[in-house]
């Protein structure tokens, strides 16, 4: 293999051996499904008027716009007020089995569904942040997000104990069903009947070979096609949040406002956009400090998708954006747009830091449980509940194994 072809077929070798940046995808599952679940959880006493049969924009209204624009959402199913009610609770369900990383090829799919029928239903409902979240729910369900900090990475592992998977099957035959009612009543058609029933076909496909044949060259086939998916979805995520910032700033620049510096300060002095009247009023009167931010804005949102290839610089400014995005959140009021864009921003995050936070949790975790009554369990019961052994622990002789979802299947140089 000659200097030239070296570098390529490492390329192709690792895109198609590896799911790509396994702890970004895992704190954009668990980042996104949080958001729209506290949200939901916020907005619970006000949903029938958000996206139910009690909103201005009343189910008629939903169905003539949706007809022309081809979007999809379970609240066109029925208007009545039980299946709202479903379709509501299953979201707040979805989103929060994503967050602990139980099936989620299953749960990214829900929550796909979740979101785009209650934000389709009500489209004049939400901010930057819903769109945001609306994109980010479709391309997660390309993902392998579950590859760790997820109950899911679990289960793998006792699954390479011998342990049979019985929720799966069910769970398939259970969704399986469903999809055949709703397409027997004629609620989906064209290109989400084909979306549906070929992610459900490829799923049960996926365990089927996974269970019969896990060491046969199908299962290869199956695993480097999931990487390129994935790592195809993980790039258009990444493409995605340079956009938003990229067309963000450039669109700013135009504008009088951002270019004289004075653009930061008309929103510090709206009602709706102040939570903290005397926080705002202490920014608002600071000249130079409205200044700087103005433009420091611009110069950030600007800048940043040419910095990407500079990692030092890169994590200087996604540093700064995620302090602005905390303090828009705190001083504007908007936790919810700020949590969708800090959550876009962490795919960019180094997965040495990601690694070194998930460490702190598992030690803070550790030290919560230690001071528990559970600490004084049997050795043995904690091993048969799934805890994992220390190194001084397992049997001599045995090396530590990778997780499935790392193996190595693709095409090698």
Same mark, same amino acid.
């Given at each position: ?11 192709? +070798? ?40 009690? +909103? ?204 004289? +510096? ?134 001599? +002789? ?16």
């Amino acid at each position: 293999m000659t200097r030239l072809e070296r570098p390529p077929a490492q390329w192709l +070798g690792k895109v198609t051996g590896f799911a790509l940046g396994p702890y970004q995808t895992a704190v954009v599952r668990i980042g996104f499904a949080a958001t729209w679940l506290f949200f939901l959880l916020r907005e619970l006493p006000h949903r029938h008027e958000m996206y139910g049969p009690d +909103g201005p924009w009343d189910w008629d209204m939903a169905r003539q716009l949706i007809s022309g624009n081809g979007a999809f959402t379970a609240l066109m199913w029925s208007d009545g007020r039980i299946w709202f009610e479903v379709v509501y609770a299953l979201a707040i369900l979805s989103s929060a089995l994503l967050v602990l990383g139980w099936r989620t090829r299953t749960m990214s799919v829900l929550f796909m569904i979740g979101v785009l029928s209650l934000q389709n239903r009500s489209i004049f409902i939400g901010d930057g942040g819903d769109n945001v979240l609306h994109l980010m729910a479709t391309y997660l369900v390309l993902t392998r997000c579950g590859q760790v900090w997820s109950l899911d990475a679990r289960r793998a592992a006792r699954a390479r104990a011998g342990d049979v998977d019985r929720v799966g099957p069910v769970l398939w035959c259970a969704l399986g069903l469903g999809l055949s009612a709703v397409t027997f009543m004629g609620e989906l058609s064209g290109g989400w009947l084909l979306i549906f029933w070929g992610l459900w076909l490829v799923h049960g496909l996926w365990w089927a070979v996974g269970r019969r044949a896990p060491h046969s060259e199908l299962r290869k086939l199956l695993d480097v096609i999931a990487n390129l998916t994935h790592n195809a979805g993980l790039l258009v995520i990444m493409v995605e949040a340079c956009l938003i910032y990229a067309t963000a700033g450039w669109y700013k620049i135009q504008g009088s406002r951002w270019q004289d +510096g004075t653009a930061v300060y008309y929103p510090l002095n709206l009602d709706y956009f102040s939570p903290w009247h005397a926080l705002s009023e202490l920014l608002s009167s600071n000249g130079l400090i409205l200044m700087l931010v103005t433009y420091g804005t611009v110069a950030v949102q600007v800048a940043f998708p040419f910095t990407l290839f500079n990692r030092r610089v890169k994590n200087v400014l996604l540093a700064a954006m995620i302090f602005e995005h905390a303090v828009i959140a705190v001083v504007l009021g908007l936790p919810f747009f700020s949590l969708a864009m800090i959550t876009a921003d962490a795919v960019f995050l180094p997965e040495s830091f990601l690694r070194r936070v998930g460490g702190w949790v598992a030690r803070a975790r550790g030290a919560l449980i230690s001071r528990t009554p559970l600490s004084r369990t049997p050795l043995s019961r904690l091993v048969r509940r799934g805890a994992p052994l220390s190194r001084q622990q397992r049997p001599a +002789g045995r090396r530590d194994e990778e997780p499935s979802e790392h193996a190595r299947v693709g095409f090698t140089p």
